[in-house]
């Protein structure tokens, strides 16, 4: 039986497998259980695992990953959720201070296997702070993993990597893709490996760098310079920490032009990192500089002005174009 | 690595910085044809105001 | 004085008027006049009609998410009636009636709740802060003002908002502490609509009450019928006093329900009962006072009927005042990051506006 | 029972010795083997000499800052002593005679504050966690190892400890709501020395004590001499029992004072009178425990002269153990971050050892 | 007389004269009334402005900065403690959700005209969460103001503008350097514009830009390169954002070479973004790759490590030679 998924779907899978596969591993959060997330992301686990595996908390972000450091410690793999990445920031201290320090605090006496999650970033015409993108936050933190996937299928295999991973992942899932499309996903397990970047289409002239639901939207732009006779190697990061940097370095070494393409605001955002390590690594190929296209240094707008702030496709076409004639 | 005649572009690409590609550009020379004289073959500055005094080659 | 008599610790709740309309408690009628229990009966009408108009707009593609006050009339109003024009209002983001008691005109709110900005660009005398997103924050924004009162000897007072929820959050412990360390001026409700989302009171806590909570802080607190306007006012009023006089914060919780969804994105059929909804639709707001009115005489069922329709009228004008025309303005986006826009601004606002001027988008 | 007995809401301290080593309360001198008295005592006695030799060696610039523990020794090893092998040990930073108790090898102590990440690595069998630096936070640690033995069900529990300055933060009251919404085995130990740093503990809250604030989580509190050891621990027993048998959580305020400085570099003498040290010095935990012990004829002063001689030289020993070989190995500040080096840090560390090895520093 | 301050006394001059000339400025934090600070920082700011205007708070720096925003929405000038950057975290929410952005939320109707000071950086041999340089995490929020001085002289300065400015401003002061050197500070106000680098020696050979405490170890660092025959211009940005990117862009246009020193981690670290714009401005200027000397991507060591995780004096040197050997 094909097993046709979109994201939502996916993420579920993965989790009702792996809670399958290993008992020591509990999810929750605000309202994951009873009602199975506010996106429909962990449906039905609390009917097949129980009460005690899946369950909803009082509001409280800090003890929500609070209590998972615990947890982890004394021998769980616990799955959190933050109800939007927008909300994480209760969570900061707990986050920066202890899951990502844990192991190298304690000589690796104690070490986090667990998994934050959260829905990410904007096009949903939702209210203030639900539509974030701030992964450089998290990804510029030592100890952390940042995993944001682009499709069903990467979603299941990242997320179970995610899981078994030995080290804390913030998993950032990009809502507005949650539902866009469905993909083939097999059933049962597999791991698609945190730390290695995709290769999604080869090409000459300019490599697109990109993630999460942006993937989507290159894609598009990408089919609108096909008549322009340009070929654009499109390189899905979906880790962001830590970096597949050979993945964009060789692939620059080949096209000499490079444009990273992300929703997060500009400066300081994982487009600067990407640029300083390609002026690393690949400077004399260099043909045109480095470019990012992002969204702008502001707060994310209300719905109303959101379409500004997303770079489109048509923008996203534009700007390849620029780079290639540069 | 410090070798300089083993040059990459001869397959394909200069390697170059851009001030010198820039110069390249500006003196009117296809630096993907001169042969680089710096680091791994690097075309330097001075390769590329070389060539443009030399008459083109034949292809 | 009730805030004796009804000791959180006995889960003692204090109440005036009963389900029916009838007063538990007659010496506790509160001393307003006829024009005023109108006024704040109408208020009530005007939110709920807010809300109804709002949820069938949404319905049908006109309006984006929106969250509902239904049930909880009378805790925001009751309580934000007890607070006088140079006080402050320090919302959460569900306390519509409230607002309106503020003198927030229903443009801003709808505008609001519609994807604009401006929505919180309320008129300068009107000393209300925006729509706080992330739950309990806005309390220590409330116990800021109140300390500002106390620094400049200004005897203004803070009312603040937040929810069942909320109180498990840990920056409702810190702006209670600071509160009540620095006796800041401030009145925080607790509006206990039993739900956070999906998630019943009884997961957030297992404090007897939220009211106990003051103890924590030593300051007073009390637990209200949050459906019954005149035991939500006196308490407001009491609290209010106490700030104003030096005597420091005051913790209510507003114990209601809420008959709607969390948002118009949320199905509460997952996570509730009918019955118990209909169980508390018996305790609606609206209906106590109404029938309490009625048997005053100062209102009957044609008043109703026209003032609903006069109402319905306006809300839907309002409405149609913003519809199809709240499109952010491109500028806007840039504007008020700072009090001037940096280069980097200025950048990236000029890239985006040529680019749509090469006839782009 | 004495959690009723002595109830917070009234003030009540439970107190079993009094300052000049009598017993205020006869009944409730706790079943302890003579052999566990003098192993408490001796403990109290180390964990001084450790403090003193510490602050001694950083006055000769041997050791790096330093947060003695003199005053407190009751408070820490009273509690400590109530929980098993099994159990979770969960500190902050201040808690010296807990760990001594849980079997942490003073050597892993100094190596800590020593400024080498190795001293956080304790003894496979040790379940302890590491020094949580940031105020508060480690308490939902604490609940979060609560709720994994419920969930797993197993019957251990965790004992975790937080000074009075720490009850102020947003995390002390997420963490106690989540171990009594859970029911998590967990015992959370106020260490209320009267000051965080410089600030007094009327500073910190307006609630009548510490103890109390269980009201607000649905948690029993007690407020307990914190200077009494035998008090110290009953009630601590009583909590790990509790917690064993499924009961959740409970709160104990230790009133103690601290007789130092906050750490080697605070100057206490800018904030607080002589006058008041020098009060609780009379009150002093180990004083009154040397008094009851002397008493009882369970040990005398020559029996004192000589632990105390062999004592120190163990922890002379130790720190020499220690000293001056105890730098960061390079490797080590990268190997730790992830489970397996990622290239950066590969990267990071052979250009970093290259540089080194090419003659410089 | 003259004023011959160190960057604590410098700060605190600040901190009296601007206290007098405007009494809507309030101070307050964890220790900073009756002691002064933990670093005396604030020291007498009490004695003489009295308990109202400088007092000690509950331990708790959420509330801190979120009654902060209170004040200055109630005609207030909040300047508030965090008793170290590394304790900022857990009030990182009240920071990026409300701080930075109640502007633009009320489209102006409030302005936050609000200072939060800490002690920032390492190279004090202190215990853990006390050696931060996360500049890099604030530095990308819209709305803020992040300024970090490198001398007695701007410490002041910047203060003052940063008081008076109408926007939040974060001022993080490096602690490694506050009683390093004495300078001259006049005495009575004047402002040092926030927004504006510096150029502290200028030079042809390559560009150097760095900040805080690291400056004075770049400093050293062109001593040692000087009997080399290497010309340093060096910049100290002072301020992280808005960043001055003509500063070290028409540097770079001159020299043809740019080396970011700084403490923070490598990746996603303010280096990132200097090296990208410098892509975006001065791209066909570069004779050799941009490049950075950090901190590692690692958690700052306690003490008996921290001497290999801050870049040295040589270790900056010998980048420079190299960046210029390219
Ligand atoms: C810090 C934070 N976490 C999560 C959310 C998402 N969220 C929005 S409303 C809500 C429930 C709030 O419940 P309550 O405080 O009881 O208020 P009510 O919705 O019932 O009025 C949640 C979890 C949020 N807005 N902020
Ligand atoms: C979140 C946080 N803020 C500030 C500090 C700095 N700091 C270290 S100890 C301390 C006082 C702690 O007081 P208390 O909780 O009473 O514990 P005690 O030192 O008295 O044992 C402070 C403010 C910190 N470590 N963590
Ligand atoms: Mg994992
Ligand atoms: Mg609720
Ligand atoms: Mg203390």
Same mark, same amino acid.
């Given at each position: 039986?094909?097993?046709?998924?979109?994201?939502?779907?996916?993420?579920? $899978?993965?989790?009702?497998?792996?809670? $399958?596969?290993?008992?020591?591993?509990?999810?929750?959060?605000?309202?994951?259980?009873?009602?199975?997330?506010?996106?429909?992301?962990?449906? =039905?686990?609390?009917?097949?695992?129980?009460?005690?595996?899946?369950?909803?908390?009082?509001?409280?972000?800090?003890?929500?990953?609070?209590?998972?450091?615990?947890?982890?410690?004394?021998?769980?793999?616990?799955?959190?959720?933050?109800?939007?990445?927008?909300?994480?920031?209760?969570?900061?201290? $707990?986050?920066?201070?202890?899951?990502?320090?844990?192991?190298?605090?304690?000589?690796?006496?104690?070490?986090?296997?667990?998994?934050?999650?959260?829905?990410?970033?904007?096009?949903?015409?939702?209210?203030?702070?639900?539509?974030? *993108?701030?992964?450089?936050?998290?990804? $510029?933190?030592?100890?952390?993993?940042?995993?944001?996937?682009?499709?069903?299928? =990467?979603?299941?295999?990242?997320?179970?990597?995610?899981?078994?991973?030995?080290?804390?992942?913030?998993? !950032?899932?990009?809502?507005?893709?949650?539902?866009?499309?469905?993909?083939?996903?097999?059933?049962?397990?597999?791991?698609?490996?945190?730390?290695?970047?995709?290769?999604?289409?080869?090409?000459?002239?300019?490599?697109?760098?990109? !993630?999460?639901?942006?993937?989507?939207?290159?894609?598009?732009?990408?089919?609108?310079?096909?008549?322009?006779?340009?070929?654009?190697?499109?390189?899905?990061?979906?880790?962001?920490?830590?970096?597949?940097?050979?993945?964009?370095?060789?692939?620059?070494?080949?096209?000499?032009?490079?444009?990273?393409?992300?929703?997060?605001?500009?400066?300081?955002?994982?487009?600067?990192?990407?640029? *300083?390590?390609?002026?690393?690594?690949?400077?004399?190929?260099?043909?045109?500089?480095?470019?990012?296209?992002?969204?702008?240094?502001?707060?994310?707008?209300?719905?109303?002005?959101?379409?500004?702030?997303?770079?489109?496709?048509?923008?996203?076409?534009?700007?390849?174009?620029?780079?290639?004639?540069? | 690595?410090?070798?300089?005649?083993?040059?990459?572009?001869?397959?394909?690409?200069?390697?170059?910085? /851009?001030?010198?590609?820039?110069?390249?550009?500006?003196?009117?020379?296809?630096?993907?044809?001169?042969?680089?004289?710096?680091?791994?073959?690097?075309?330097?500055?001075?390769?590329?105001?070389?060539?443009?005094?030399? /008459?083109?080659?034949?292809? | 004085?009730?805030?004796?008599?009804?000791?959180?610790?006995?889960?003692?709740?204090?109440?005036?008027? @009963?389900?029916?309309?009838?007063?538990?408690?007659?010496?506790?009628?509160?001393?307003?006049?006829?024009?005023?229990?109108?006024?704040?009966?109408?208020?009530?009408?005007? #939110?709920?009609?807010? @809300?109804?108009? %709002?949820?069938?707009? &949404?319905? &049908?593609?006109?309006?984006?998410?929106?969250?509902?006050?239904?049930? &909880?009339?009378?805790?925001?109003?009751?309580?934000?009636?007890?607070?006088? +024009?140079?006080?402050?209002?320090?919302?959460?983001?569900? #306390?519509?009636?409230?607002?309106?008691?503020?003198?927030?005109?229903?443009?801003?709110?709808?505008?609001?709740?519609?994807?604009?900005?401006?929505?919180?660009?309320?008129?300068?005398?009107?000393?209300?802060?925006?729509?706080?997103?992330?739950?309990?924050? &806005?309390?220590?924004?409330?116990?800021?003002?109140?300390?500002?009162?106390?620094?400049?000897?200004?005897?203004?007072?803070?009312?603040?908002?937040?929810?069942?929820?909320?109180?498990?959050?840990?920056?409702?412990?810190?702006?209670?502490?600071?509160?009540?360390?620095?006796? %800041?001026?401030?009145?925080?409700?607790?509006?206990?609509?039993?739900?956070?989302?999906?998630?019943?009171?009884?997961?957030?806590?297992?404090?007897?009450?939220?009211?106990?909570?003051?103890?924590?802080?030593?300051?007073?607190?009390?637990?209200? @019928?949050?459906?019954?306007?005149?035991?939500?006012?006196?308490?407001?009023?009491?609290?209010?006093?106490?700030?104003?006089?030096?005597?420091?914060?005051?913790?209510?919780?507003?114990?209601?329900?809420?008959?709607?969804?969390?948002?118009?994105? @949320?199905?509460?059929?997952?996570?509730?009962?009918?019955?118990?909804?209909?169980?508390?639709?018996?305790?609606?707001?609206?209906?106590?006072? #109404?029938?309490?009115?009625?048997?005053?005489?100062?209102?009957?069922?044609?008043?109703?009927?026209?003032?609903?329709?006069?109402?319905?009228?306006?809300?839907?004008?309002?409405?149609?005042?913003?519809?199809? +025309?709240?499109?952010?303005?491109?500028?806007?986006?840039?504007?008020?990051?700072?009090?001037?826009?940096?280069?980097?601004?200025?950048?990236?606002?000029?890239?985006?506006?040529?680019?749509?001027?090469?006839?782009?988008?």
């Amino acid at each position: 039986m094909p097993n046709t998924l979109n994201m939502v779907q996916a993420i579920n $899978q993965a989790l009702m497998e792996e809670m $399958q596969r290993d008992e020591t591993i509990v999810v929750y959060g605000e309202d994951v259980g009873v009602e199975g997330g506010v996106f429909r992301v962990t449906v =039905d686990l609390q009917k097949k695992y129980g009460e005690k595996r899946v369950f909803d908390t009082p509001l409280a972000e800090s003890a929500i990953v609070g209590t998972a450091v615990g947890m982890a410690i004394n021998g769980l793999r616990p799955i959190v959720e933050m109800q939007f990445s927008g909300f994480s920031y209760p969570a900061f201290n $707990q986050i920066i201070s202890h899951v990502a320090r844990m192991r190298n605090r304690s000589r690796g006496k104690y070490n986090l296997p667990m998994v934050i999650r959260a829905p990410y970033g904007g096009g949903i015409r939702a209210l203030e702070h639900h539509s974030e *993108s701030t992964e450089a936050l998290y990804a $510029q933190i030592p100890g952390l993993k940042v995993v944001i996937p682009s499709t069903p299928y =990467d979603a299941k295999g990242l997320l179970i990597s995610a899981i078994r991973d030995n080290d804390p992942v913030l998993f !950032w899932e990009p809502k507005r893709i949650y539902r866009a499309f469905k993909q083939e996903v097999p059933e049962g397990p597999y791991e698609i490996p945190i730390g290695k970047a995709k290769i999604i289409q080869p090409g000459e002239d300019i490599t697109v760098v990109s !993630w999460g639901a942006m993937v989507r939207d290159v894609q598009k732009a990408i089919e609108m310079v096909k008549d322009k006779d340009i070929s654009v190697e499109l390189i899905d990061l979906r880790t962001i920490a830590p970096m597949d940097r050979e993945s964009f370095v060789e692939s620059v070494k080949k096209t000499g032009r490079i444009l990273v393409v992300h929703e997060a605001p500009k400066t300081l955002g994982v487009g600067a990192e990407i640029i *300083s390590i390609v002026n690393e690594k690949a400077f004399l190929y260099l043909e045109a500089p480095p470019t990012r296209l992002t969204g702008f240094d502001t707060t994310f707008p209300l719905p109303r002005g959101e379409q500004h702030y997303i770079p489109t496709p048509e923008r996203i076409a534009k700007t390849i174009e620029d780079v290639v004639r540069y | 690595k410090e070798g300089n005649s083993a040059s990459e572009n001869v397959a394909g690409k200069a390697l170059a910085t /851009p001030v010198a590609r820039k110069l390249a550009k500006d003196l009117g020379v296809d630096i993907n044809k001169v042969v680089g004289s710096g680091p791994n073959g690097r075309v330097m500055k001075e390769d590329i105001i070389k060539a443009s005094k030399q /008459p083109s080659e034949a292809e | 004085m009730i805030f004796d008599e009804y000791n959180p610790l006995d889960n003692k709740m204090y109440q005036v008027l @009963d389900e029916n309309g009838n007063l538990v408690n007659d010496k506790d009628v509160p001393n307003l006049g006829d024009d005023e229990l109108i006024f704040l009966f109408k208020t009530m009408l005007y #939110e709920r009609i807010i @809300d109804e108009k %709002a949820l069938s707009y &949404q319905r &049908q593609g006109r309006m984006l998410t929106y969250a509902p006050n239904i049930g &909880q009339e009378a805790a925001q109003i009751g309580s934000a009636y007890a607070i006088d +024009k140079d006080d402050w209002l320090v919302p959460a983001f569900r #306390e519509l009636g409230a607002w309106l008691i503020k003198g927030v005109p229903l443009k801003n709110i709808y505008l609001y709740w519609y994807g604009n900005e401006w929505g919180s660009h309320f008129p300068d005398d009107i000393r209300m802060l925006p729509v706080s997103v992330p739950i309990a924050s &806005q309390l220590q924004h409330a116990t800021g003002i109140g300390m500002a009162n106390n620094i400049k000897g200004e005897k203004n007072v803070a009312m603040t908002y937040v929810g069942d929820g909320g109180t498990s959050h840990g920056d409702f412990h810190e702006a209670l502490n600071f509160a009540a360390v620095f006796n %800041a001026p401030v009145i925080f409700i607790i509006q206990n609509n039993q739900y956070a989302i999906s998630t019943p009171r009884k997961v957030q806590t297992k404090s007897k009450n939220l009211a106990v909570k003051a103890i924590a802080y030593g300051m007073p607190g009390i637990l209200v @019928d949050g459906n019954d306007i005149f035991a939500m006012y006196n308490a407001s009023k009491i609290a209010v006093e106490r700030a104003r006089n030096g005597e420091g914060p005051t913790l209510i919780e507003a114990f209601t329900y809420r008959l709607g969804a969390h948002t118009t994105s @949320d199905d509460p059929t997952k996570y509730r009962e009918d019955k118990e909804v209909e169980e508390w639709k018996k305790k609606d707001p609206i209906l106590r006072f #109404e029938l309490f009115l009625k048997n005053k005489g100062l209102i009957d069922d044609k008043w109703i009927e026209n003032t609903k329709a006069e109402l319905e009228k306006d809300v839907t004008t309002t409405f149609e005042e913003i519809e199809g +025309k709240s499109d952010t303005e491109i500028d806007d986006i840039f504007k008020y990051t700072y009090e001037k826009m940096t280069p980097q601004l200025e950048e990236q606002l000029s890239e985006y506006k040529a680019f749509l001027e090469g006839g782009n988008k």
